[in-house]
């Protein structure tokens, strides 16, 4: 095992001998063991804190070993601590219909008392080893899950991100009360732009837009999205209309120093922002994402040709 990384082990047992030899074990493999004598304390404790292994006898007062195992497969994913349990089964029953019980059960292994001390040390590092893949696997099911939320050509999250978190915010605005804004930030002459600059200006364009974006808002609070081609939305929670319209007064004053130099030319490009928000309230039901984003759109459309910061307030 890694000595960097203990991984735990509950053993259930209402046999205080039999817990004994085999905490004594594995504590000299190196994992942190803790026991139960019965299976009712054992879903207990595994429902306190993350187990990566539990080797549980199928005979227990209160709640049998076959019991546990169900408990515990059906609290898969459930808890704050899930990744997956290895579940090995002690039992004196050797019958075939008793193995196939247990493994419907949720039994990874099933062992015959007396248990062979090298034969479950052997079992133990086969389940270590399917941990650490399960391990590997959800590591990369994550990535590709927050890849899929990212916008490749900026680097910040993408509108599925949003189109996700959006409404989570309007929830949680209306059932505390608390003001919510968005910003919906677009160009100026943008499509006459690409035309004459070309598709590299614009991309570069639009990778010095989010960085400033990024640069701009509050870490863990605020959050930016490329909302769709040539559009970027910043959702900011706990900000009113105002201090949303301050945000982008100060996001203006940067992304208007921006230059995009191309060889031997540098272009600017004018930024419009459009700002909605409104303070939740309870007894008003959650305003749609679509709804929104027309607000949103339309306060963009105030922007155009004059002051660059549209603002609409919602009642």
């Not at 579940?87 to 004196?92: A, K, P, V």
Request: net charge neutral; hydrophobic share 45%.
């Amino acid at each position: 095992m890694n000595s960097a990384i203990i991984h735990s082990v509950l053993v259930a047992d209402d046999n205080a001998l039999i817990r004994n030899i085999v905490t004594d074990m594995l504590k000299a493999m190196g994992f942190d063991v803790s026991e139960a004598e019965d299976g009712e304390q054992a879903l207990q404790l595994y429902r306190s804190r993350r187990f990566h292994i539990v080797i549980t006898d199928w005979v227990m007062p209160k709640m049998t070993g076959l019991e546990l195992c169900q408990a515990i497969r059906a609290d898969d994913g459930k808890l704050a601590h899930a990744g997956y349990t290895y579940i090995i089964m002690l039992t004196s029953q050797d019958s075939k219909n008793d193995t196939i019980v247990a493994l419907d059960a949720g039994a990874d292994e099933y062992l015959v008392k007396p248990v062979h001390k090298p034969e479950l040390q052997a079992r133990v590092r086969t389940a270590m080893r399917i941990i650490k893949l399960e391990a590997i696997r959800e590591d990369h099911f994550e990535q590709v899950h927050r890849a899929s939320l990212m916008d490749v050509l900026t680097g910040v999250h993408n509108r599925k991100f949003m189109e996700e978190r959006l409404p989570l915010e309007i929830k949680r605005t209306n059932r505390y009360q608390r003001p919510l804004s968005v910003m919906l930030i677009g160009f100026s002459q943008i499509d006459k732009f690409r035309k004459e600059k070309g598709v590299f200006a614009t991309e570069q364009l639009l990778q010095a837009t989010a960085g400033v974006l990024r640069d701009s808002i509050r870490q863990e609070v605020d959050w930016v999205a490329r909302w769709n081609e040539y559009q970027f939305l910043v959702l900011l929670p706990e900000t009113d209309v105002g201090d949303a319209c301050t945000v982008a007064k100060r996001i203006k004053l940067r992304v208007n120093q921006l230059v995009i130099a191309i060889k031997d030319e540098s272009f600017k490009v004018i930024a419009l922002y459009g700002v909605v928000g409104f303070t939740g309230n309870q007894g008003k039901g959650d305003i749609s994402l679509s709804k929104l984003m027309e607000f949103a759109q339309q306060a963009l459309e105030k922007a155009e040709g004059g002051p660059q910061i549209g603002a609409i307030k919602l009642g």
